[in-house]
């Protein structure tokens, strides 16, 4: 029976097995492997269990594109948690409206340029602020929570659809399986970037 990818936390897990040393990220002065996203993935993952996260929590995440932002959104993917990116130049009040709509548990930043800002920002809505970094990371067996709750999935067929705003998405490679069906929603029943979910099921 052919196996199907409905999470691409999941599909991460069968790529890496296949090319580990082949590059999933590249910035103009470093380029990293599948290896090292999934080894970050599978840190991080353990990082959100132990803030308390579970399958339909949401977490956001002030982006600016550094490694580690890329590895937590497969972390969240791969636990069926819901993440939010935005943009941590945009003012204070448009932030704090986002985390009021999506009702973050955590938010999490890889800059600590706007750690001051954006700790203040989780205090007034009720979150915990966490800085992405690598001496940060709680160190993991090949046993982990997070790969025992893979095998779950794989085990009980369990579909987990992930919502995440529009601008969360993240872009892989060629090759991967797209989504057959997206459908978008908002709070208010309109097209939102900030309140916007998106909601993909993979093909069967």
Known sequence: ??????NLGLLLRDVVAAHAGQPAL?????????????????RLGALLLAG?????DVIAIGHTKQPLSYALMLAAL???????????????ARTSAILQVC??????????????ELESLAAANACRALRLGADALPEVS????LSSNDARRRSTGRRSPTSCSRQARPAFP????????TSFTSSSGAASDSTSRVTTTSRT
Do not use: I, K
């Open 142 to 145: 090949r046993t982990s929570d």
């Open 1 to 6: 029976m052919p196996d199907h990818h409905y």
């Open 78 to 92: 791969r636990l069926g948690v819901a993440y939010v990116n935005f943009d941590v130049s945009s003012p204070s």
């Open 103 to 116: 009702g973050a548990r955590l938010l999490f930043f890889d800059d600590q340029a706007h750690a001051a």
């Open 52 to 56: 308390g996260c579970r399958q339909g």
């Open 26 to 42: 590249r910035f103009a002065e470093h380029t990293y492997s599948y290896a090292d996203l999934s080894g970050w993935a599978e």
């Open 174 to 181: 060629r090759g991967w399986p797209s989504p057959t069906r």
